[in-house]
């Protein structure tokens, strides 16, 4: 079992690399496929401004000092707004711990949950209507991959808004108490099916809500099913988004700086497909 994200990292980097050209089928037998579902998207993400949540989200708590961080990986914690107390951020640790996974010794977090996994599946209908939660952010990576020099090579992007510095993915959350009955709190990152402009990088993209409907997101009154599932599934406008290219230095958790975020030229030939091993997340 890995200890840390560190040695996941090293780890899934050399896997990928030998069983790049596995079908799906084939992958179900490795024994750390549950781990890489759960890492391909989204599993990075920026939050280079955090001293603007309390104003931009309208928040009555202080939050802690927070450093901009420009290479959040899972097992980060960050600031979340909950749908019980749409008015306050709570700091919770990225990857959901389901109701069977929080008392085992090496609990298996979920950096995403798939927005369909809502509808088909009870326990999740179950968290959508009780745990929601918007995440924060300014942009995310994602790799995609192109044929360059003949050969196929992902390549990162940095995926933004144009006219938004600061906006919010829809989330879910969970929390349970320790034996001195603090709290502590986990999320993940909604994913649903990619407009037509994250087509063109990846079949999957996070759930980004327009700030109008953040509201309606967290209002603890809302236990429509039907028209949050609708929030959840309707694209964002391809045309209020852009992405560049950027350095292979991010593909590190332990990098984290403004510098991952500068523009890199690349000879792009042409697409390869939409990367190695792409398959749909585990939930």
Known sequence: MLDNFQDFDKFYTKACRKIAYCTEV??????????YNQFEMC???????????EKRFEISNKLPLLEPNYNVAPSFTMPIITKNSPNKAIMAKWGFLPVWEHKKPRPFGLINVRSETCKEKPYFKNV????????????????KELK???????????ITLKDQELFSFA????M?????????????????????????????????????????????????FDSLYKLMTTQYPSDKMKAYPVGKAVN?????????????EISKEEPFGYGLLQTDERF
């Open 43 to 53: 599993g990075r993400f920026t939050l280079t401004e955090p001293e603007k949540i």
């Open 171 to 174: 989330g879910v959350y969970s």
């Open 26 to 35: 084939a992958l179900s037998s490795f024994p750390f496929c549950k781990l």
């Open 252 to 264: 590190s958790p332990r990098n984290n700086s403004k510098d991952l975020l500068k523009e890199q």
């Open 148 to 158: 360059l020099e003949h050969k196929p090579e992902k390549i990162p992007f940095y």
């Open 176 to 224: 349970y108490e320790d034996a001195e009955k603090m709290p502590h709190y986990y999320f993940a990152i909604l994913t649903t099916e990619p407009n037509s402009f994250m087509k063109d990088i990846h079949r999957r993209m996070p759930v980004i809500l327009e700030k109008k409907e953040e509201a309606n997101y967290l209002d603890p009154d809302n236990k429509d």
């Open 128 to 143: 959508l209507l009780t745990s929601r939660c918007l995440i924060p952010a300014t942009g995310f990576f994602e790799w």
